[in-house]
């Protein structure tokens, strides 16, 4: 936080605070923490990772949840004043080796036992909160819409490497009709036959953005200059070939379409 053009520390124990976000009061903020208390087993003073409430004035924190074995994930909706977070839990699948897990439970199977989420909605004065979604996926990454109405989530069907980098989709959540729609999934076959060295790619102005990017992965993560460079090549190539502006080429497609969800 700043004071009068200079930085104040507000938390100081080794809690690894991340991924802050100023609540609609500008005078707490929202972020993920892990802390530890010597004897404590219970969260969340467990050592697992919760969200926490700053108080930007004397960095007092307080615990929003208290969830067995942490969350995975979460953001804050500043209009509705809501937080919303993700936990992991285990689904089994009715396949044929259903009835043997269940015989010989102690043998580890390849497969039928998936790790997915559950989102949940808590307003951070009370206790307890609101189970939204279990659509018994995994979800990778999500971002909630400032009056808390619509959530977009990067899932996938277990949180296996394999099954988020080649098998996840952006799955929306609408508080209206309590439905869960999958974004349109076209950008997949774009991305399988564009290839930076096809003709398709190499005419576009996306990859003139992207020949631009100084080639070192920190620079390229630095320059702002660059980035935009990228973001408009690639809303002009999309628009080109009629696909949704979310599209990201060169770019994670997740951070573009939540992004999007945020306008």
């Not at 004397?58 to 209009?79: I, L, N, Q, R, W």
């Not at 990067?154 to 949180?159: E, G, L, N, R, T």
């Not at 790619?201 to 070192?216: E, N």
Request: glycine residues 8%.
């Amino acid at each position: 936080m700043r004071e009068k053009g200079w930085p104040r520390q507000l938390t100081s124990d080794r809690a690894n605070v991340r991924h802050p976000k100023w609540a609609a009061d500008g005078k707490t903020l929202y972020a993920l923490a892990n802390r530890k208390k010597d004897g404590q087993k219970e969260p969340p003073f467990d050592g697992s990772t919760q969200v926490w409430k700053v108080w930007a004035d004397c960095g007092h924190v307080e615990a929003v949840t208290k969830v067995a074995g942490g969350v995975s994930g979460f953001d804050y909706a500043p209009k509705a004043d809501a937080v919303f977070y993700a936990v992991d839990a285990e689904v089994t699948d009715a396949d044929d080796f259903l009835d043997l897990r269940k015989k010989y439970d102690k043998v580890e199977y390849g497969h039928g036992k998936r790790k997915v989420s559950q989102v949940v909605w808590v307003q951070p004065d009370l206790d307890g909160g609101v189970r939204l979604i279990a659509e018994r996926r995994y979800v990778r990454e999500l971002a909630v819409t400032a009056d808390g109405k619509r959530i977009a989530m990067i899932s996938a069907s277990d949180d296996t490497v394999t099954r988020s980098e080649g098998d996840s989709r952006v799955d929306v959540w609408d508080a209206e009709t309590k439905a869960v729609t999958t974004t349109d999934q076209s950008w997949k076959k774009l991305q399988r036959r564009r290839g930076r060295g096809s003709n398709r790619w190499r005419g576009t102005r996306a990859a003139r953005a992207w020949r631009t990017v100084p080639s070192s992965t920190a620079t390229r993560r630095n320059s702002s200059s660059a980035r935009r460079r990228l973001a408009v090549g690639c809303r002009h190539a999309c628009q080109e070939w009629k696909k949704p502006k979310f599209v990201g080429m060169g770019l994670h497609y997740g951070g573009a379409i939540l992004a999007n969800l945020r306008t």
